[in-house]
């Protein structure tokens, strides 16, 4: 079973910048689509943003929405997340999560996550 480990969050400000990054170990990370949630204190987790096992097709949360940018190597077994301009609502804890079913939303479908990293935006 494979093992997902996030990285890369911490105290930002408004503004900044965010890149954060997901290491894969344990398993064959290209066989897996993979995707970043977050969930915000006292909220329910939510999709962001996922990636075909290909790397050539995110999907959003919101279609036509692209705030953030998703990209993976699968030679290094890494995934990462990028966006431009936080926002304080931003501020939340960020997982990866490995699944099977792409272009799906639902934690259900994400069989393997990572410890979640915080990521808190400051104004």
Known sequence: QGQLVESGG??????????L??????????????????????????????????????????????????SRDNAKGTMTLQTNSLKPEDSAVYYCAAGY???????SSFKWWGQGTQVTVSS
Request: proline share 3%.
């Open 101 to 107: 079913t792409f272009g799906s939303k639902l934690i």
């Open 21 to 70: 990054s997901c290491q894969a170990s344990g398993g064959t990370f290209s066989d897996y689509e993979m995707a970043w949630f977050r969930q915000i204190a006292g909220k329910e987790r939510e999709f962001v943003i996922g990636i075909s096992r290909g790397g050539s097709q995110p999907w959003y949360a919101q279609p036509g929405v692209e705030r953030f940018v998703v």
């Open 10 to 19: 911490g105290l930002l400000q408004v503004g900044d910048a965010l890149r």
